[in-house]
């Protein structure tokens, strides 16, 4: 599978282990930065993700930051983008299953690096149970 990855300095250390160990499993990686843990601004890096998806040129989207809230925003403003937060191996499921998101946020303060990756493997794993998703709501900047 085609995987976009990002994060601001505050995930950096998750997403370089995630981006190895996807790596290391066959997957195709796009990382799309940060490149550091020197203190940058999130959206730089996580909406060039989030439009790769939107846009298909990767499959599916990771972002990351201290906690994944401020990503998961940045994330979903992008049309086409469907970024769920998750937590722990449960909300990565159902939101695949129930909400078909095509990318996810996580906080490396939050969780440690074997539960992002139980909830990377459930989010990999999971089919969309629909066979259409609901009309994405216009945002307010469209």
Known sequence: MKIGIASDHAG???KE?????????????????CFSNERTDYPTW???????????????????????????IVANRVKG????????????YLTRLHNDANCIALGQRIVSLEMAKKIVETFLATDFEGGRHVPRIKAIDE
């Not at 190895?20 to 066959?26: R, V």
């Not at 909406?47 to 998961?72: D, F, H, K, Q, T």
């Open 17 to 33: 282990e995630l981006r190895t160990w996807l790596s290391s499993l066959g997957h195709d990686v796009v990382d799309y930065g």
């Open 81 to 92: 983008c469907r970024c769920g937060y998750c937590f722990n191996e449960e909300t990565a």
């Open 46 to 72: 996580i909406r060039p993700c989030a439009v790769a998806v939107a846009n298909g040129e990767v499959e599916r989207g990771i972002v990351l930051g201290g906690s994944g809230n401020g990503e998961a």
């Open 12 to 14: 950096f250390d998750h």
